[in-house]
């Protein structure tokens, strides 16, 4: 019997034309993934301040996606964060396979044939889409293509292995490296990331003039905050806390709302439980001079 497929994606403020245009490409691989999916179906959740769809809006998106079993729309009504949306979507859904992506992801036609292609092997508990025009710079092996650990930009993970994990660690994340704390928890539980390199997924970037990856004040406080708690809950507590001294000793972005945020929970026991503690799992390669942690062993530098 084939298996079932939930598409999902959280919102914010997006551009709407933006969405139209990857929904195009969502529904035409949904065209090609009924060859190996018994339903195919989409879920928004809109953590945007106003709903962006109307409707007749949304009445209107459904006719013009006919390869989708169905196209639901969630509000929320407030900003979940990217961790807590999906959950919304995922944790009650019955589903075989989750399709967890960024909203302006546009799909190739065999996406969804491919994503699932590699769950053939019984240990495979997520794959991780190949990103274009740039992607996260991380090793995989060209063999097995196993890695560490997978973006959340747009990734295929088994349902029932999605919700016996809890989901996202919301509790500890709000924006930033859940992704991968989700993966090395499912590495955790016995199961293996894989990199899928057929599928090329267009994910649009903004790049600087000298082609590095640019972000705002939020991102840089979330991530410098994130970055700590990954590290403290995966047993790298020396790592924490030199990501937040570094962070302002340089005088970052949001490093100073990072450091009193990470001293808060401190000071209340709030930081998460630690795990792995022989590093079995968990491996933060971490380079003083680069303003951040990496996570596995880098191709290139981005």
């Given at each position: 019997m084939k298996p079932t497929l939930q598409i999902q994606a959280v919102l914010f403020h997006n551009d709407a034309e933006e969405l139209r245009r990857a929904l195009r490409t969502v529904d035409q691989a949904a065209k090609m993934g009924a060859e190996r999916f018994s339903a195919i179906r989409l879920c928004?959740?809109?953590a945007s301040a106003e709903p962006l769809f109307s409707e007749a809006d949304?009445?209107?998106?459904?006719?013009?996606?006919?390869?989708?079993?169905?196209?639901?729309?969630?509000?929320?009504?407030?900003?979940?964060?990217?961790g807590e949306g999906n959950n919304r979507l995922a944790l009650s859904a019955d589903a075989d396979y989750h399709l967890i992506m960024n909203p302006e992801i546009c799909l190739p036609p065999l996406a969804l044939c491919d994503l699932l292609e590699p769950f053939d092997q019984?240990?495979?508990?997520?794959?991780?889409a190949r990103q274009i025009p740039v992607e996260h710079p991380k090793a995989f092996d060209p063999e097995t293509m196993e890695t560490e650990w997978s973006s959340g930009a747009c990734f295929l993970i088994s349902g029932p292995l999605f919700r016996e994990l809890g989901g996202f660690d919301t509790r500890t994340f709000f924006m930033y490296c859940e992704d991968v704390d989700l993966s090395w928890r499912v590495r955790l539980?016995?199961?293996?990331?894989?990199?899928?390199a057929k599928t090329g997924v267009y994910h649009s970037k903004y790049l600087s003039s000298r082609g590095k990856s640019?972000?705002?004040?939020?991102?840089?406080?979330?991530?410098?905050?994130?970055?700590?708690?990954?590290?403290?809950?995966?047993?790298?507590?020396y790592y924490a806390r030199e990501r937040i001294r570094q962070a302002v000793e340089r005088r970052d972005d949001g490093?100073?709302?990072?450091?009193?945020?990470?001293r808060r929970r401190e000071a209340l026991g709030q930081l998460p439980p630690m795990l792995d503690p022989e590093h079995r799992i968990a491996h933060i390669r971490f380079f003083p001079q680069s303003g951040g942690m990496l996570f596995t062993d880098h191709?290139?530098?981005?």
């Amino acid at each position: 019997m084939k298996p079932t497929l939930q598409i999902q994606a959280v919102l914010f403020h997006n551009d709407a034309e933006e969405l139209r245009r990857a929904l195009r490409t969502v529904d035409q691989a949904a065209k090609m993934g009924a060859e190996r999916f018994s339903a195919i179906r989409l879920c928004w959740g809109d953590a945007s301040a106003e709903p962006l769809f109307s409707e007749a809006d949304l009445a209107a998106l459904r006719q013009a996606c006919p390869h989708l079993t169905e196209l639901q729309y969630v509000f929320f009504a407030e900003n979940t964060g990217y961790g807590e949306g999906n959950n919304r979507l995922a944790l009650s859904a019955d589903a075989d396979y989750h399709l967890i992506m960024n909203p302006e992801i546009c799909l190739p036609p065999l996406a969804l044939c491919d994503l699932l292609e590699p769950f053939d092997q019984a240990d495979t508990g997520i794959v991780e889409a190949r990103q274009i025009p740039v992607e996260h710079p991380k090793a995989f092996d060209p063999e097995t293509m196993e890695t560490e650990w997978s973006s959340g930009a747009c990734f295929l993970i088994s349902g029932p292995l999605f919700r016996e994990l809890g989901g996202f660690d919301t509790r500890t994340f709000f924006m930033y490296c859940e992704d991968v704390d989700l993966s090395w928890r499912v590495r955790l539980a016995g199961k293996t990331i894989r990199y899928q390199a057929k599928t090329g997924v267009y994910h649009s970037k903004y790049l600087s003039s000298r082609g590095k990856s640019e972000a705002g004040t939020g991102e840089k406080r979330f991530t410098i905050l994130s970055d700590a708690l990954l590290a403290w809950k995966w047993s790298y507590p020396y790592y924490a806390r030199e990501r937040i001294r570094q962070a302002v000793e340089r005088r970052d972005d949001g490093a100073d709302e990072a450091a009193a945020e990470f001293r808060r929970r401190e000071a209340l026991g709030q930081l998460p439980p630690m795990l792995d503690p022989e590093h079995r799992i968990a491996h933060i390669r971490f380079f003083p001079q680069s303003g951040g942690m990496l996570f596995t062993d880098h191709r290139y530098s981005l």
